[in-house]
């Protein structure tokens, strides 16, 4: 069964300290993404990688960086945390898109880390 | 700017009865639309999609509609069972791309 890893499901971190979630895929997938989903928000991204050691910025990358030094993982750094990164946090993986077929996107979301910042 | 756009937050039908959830866009360059449901504590898993060159595309009891000059898609889930209870996210996205943009969501409540 293909998975998307999300190395923890909770996390309680101080105001300022810097917090890395770590995200693993074993599908060989190209692509890699990070979101926030919050109430009324819904899901947000944040950063995506296409390679390894690329990324790009999504809708919201500020007070986060990404990491993606090998292909089945990519982090996500919140470089000093504050209270409004208080979130759930998705990593998902997709491969290219003519691979996918199109079906579905082809994404495969993890189980999400509900990070909290106090 | 929200350019994925689910006006209801909450939604509550009967077992048995039609759900209707609604997606509203409006980036013109969208060509692919999808349906994701979300129970909590998982990640989102895909339900069903839509390319723009069709207006209907069914799957069992789900069927979305796409009307492109209203910039508007609906999922249809008839017969509703409790277990359809979650919340459902409409996405899309451009040009072959693989970055989706997400709605906001709706929170299904099908009751006994």
């Known amino acids: 069964d293909v998975k998307v890893t999300q190395s923890s499901r909770y996390l309680v971190k101080r105001t300022g300290e810097k917090v890395f979630l770590e995200c693993v895929q074993d599908?060989?997938?190209?692509?890699m993404f990070w979101y926030r989903q919050d109430p009324g928000l819904g899901l947000r991204l944040i950063y995506f990688?296409?390679?390894?050691?690329?990324?790009e910025k999504g809708d919201i990358p500020e007070g986060y960086s990404v990491s993606r030094e090998k292909k089945e993982r990519f982090s996500l750094i919140l470089e000093s945390a504050s209270t409004n990164q208080t979130s759930m946090y998705l990593c998902?993986?997709?491969?290219?898109?003519?691979?996918?077929?199109?079906?579905?996107?082809?994404?495969?979301f993890g189980s999400g880390t509900r990070l909290t910042v106090v | 700017d929200q350019q994925v756009k689910q006006n209801s937050p909450s939604l509550s039908v009967q077992e048995g009865r039609i759900s209707i959830l609604n997606c509203d866009y409006t980036?013109?360059?969208?060509?692919?639309f999808l349906w994701y449901k979300k129970y909590p504590a998982e990640g989102p898993t895909f339900l069903i999609s839509?390319?723009?060159?069709?207006d209907k595309n069914e799957d069992g009891r789900f069927t979305v509609f796409l009307n492109k000059s209203a910039k508007h898609l609906s999922l249809h889930i008839v017969p509703s069972q409790p277990g359809d209870s979650a919340v459902y996210f409409c996405?899309?996205?451009?040009?072959?791309?693989?970055?989706?943009?997400f709605g906001t969501g709706t929170q299904l409540k099908v009751e006994l």
């Open positions: 998902a993986s997709s491969p290219t898109w003519w691979d996918s077929g199109r079906a579905g996107g082809g994404y495969t």
């Open positions: 599908m060989d997938h190209e692509n």
């Open positions: 990688s296409y390679d390894v050691k690329m990324k």
């Open positions: 980036n013109s360059m969208f060509d692919y």
């Open positions: 839509i390319s723009s060159i069709k």
């Open positions: 996405a899309a996205s451009s040009g072959g791309g693989n970055k989706l943009t």
